[in-house]
């Protein structure tokens, strides 16, 4: 079953806006949350992790907001841009080094 | 510029067939793993190994199994292949106890 539940499925957001993608877990045992950015045709490429002793990880324009109470994280895109577009997965593992589990993924569309 | 690299980039099997897919990792990545992701999917945990021993294995059945080299190099084999299995496999590898995964952009493999 889908350890790691991502939405929305897809958005568009138009250039300049806040994309925001939301993830969801169960597992209390996952200490390691990394998004992934997807172009078509490569491999995901890590875009920021969060640990959960923090609530808030931001990287340029990139922020990972972390709710523990609430098994949930987010990722928050801010001054989207058309180079942005992609697909965006979250992921969550337990011990480090460990098995990533993907959600299903979000494809975001930036719009000049 | 990924430090993974994955061959053949995209391959064609007839059901039934046997399959042997390369990655070759970073220099001083001990840890690779593989995932298989479906179209529109997020990836899905295949099996890890950590200095040439499997030290995971996610839903997968046994014909799918792998090896890891010496020098960071590293095989996917599918036997009895299945129209099922037709996705794009991605390799990942990470140094010894340090989070973040460097993906390679995958093979895309079809079974006809």
């Known amino acids: 079953q889908q350890q790691v539940k991502q939405s929305p499925q897809s958005l568009i957001v138009q250039k300049g806006g806040i994309s925001i993608i939301n993830c969801a877990y169960e597992n209390t045992a996952f200490d390691y949350f990394p998004w992934y950015q997807q172009f078509p045709g490569k491999g995901p490429a890590l875009l920021i992790a969060i640990r959960p002793d923090v609530s808030e990880k931001k990287e340029g324009r990139f922020t990972i907001s972390f709710n523990k109470s609430a098994k949930q994280f987010s990722l928050h895109i801010m001054d989207s841009q058309p180079g942005d577009s992609a697909t965006y997965f979250c992921?969550?593992?337990?011990?480090?080094?460990?098995?990533?589990?993907f959600g299903k993924g979000t494809s975001l569309l930036v719009t000049p | 510029e990924t430090g993974v690299t994955q061959s053949p980039t995209h391959l064609i099997k007839t059901r039934g067939q046997q399959v042997t897919l390369r990655c070759s990792s970073q220099s001083g990545h001990n840890t690779v793993s593989w995932y298989q992701q479906a179209l529109g999917q997020g990836p899905q945990f295949i099996f890890q190994y950590y200095r040439e021993e499997e030290n995971g294995r996610g839903n997968f059945p046994p014909r799918f199994s792998g090896l890891q080299f010496p020098n960071y190099s590293s095989e996917l084999n599918v036997n009895a292949l299945e129209l099922d299995d037709s996705a794009l496999y991605l390799c990942?590898?990470?140094?010894?106890?340090?989070?973040?995964?460097?993906f390679g952009s995958g093979t895309r493999l079809t079974v006809v």
């Open positions: 992921a969550a593992s337990k011990n480090s080094g460990y098995a990533l589990n």
């Open positions: 990942a590898s990470s140094s010894d106890r340090v989070y973040g995964y460097t």
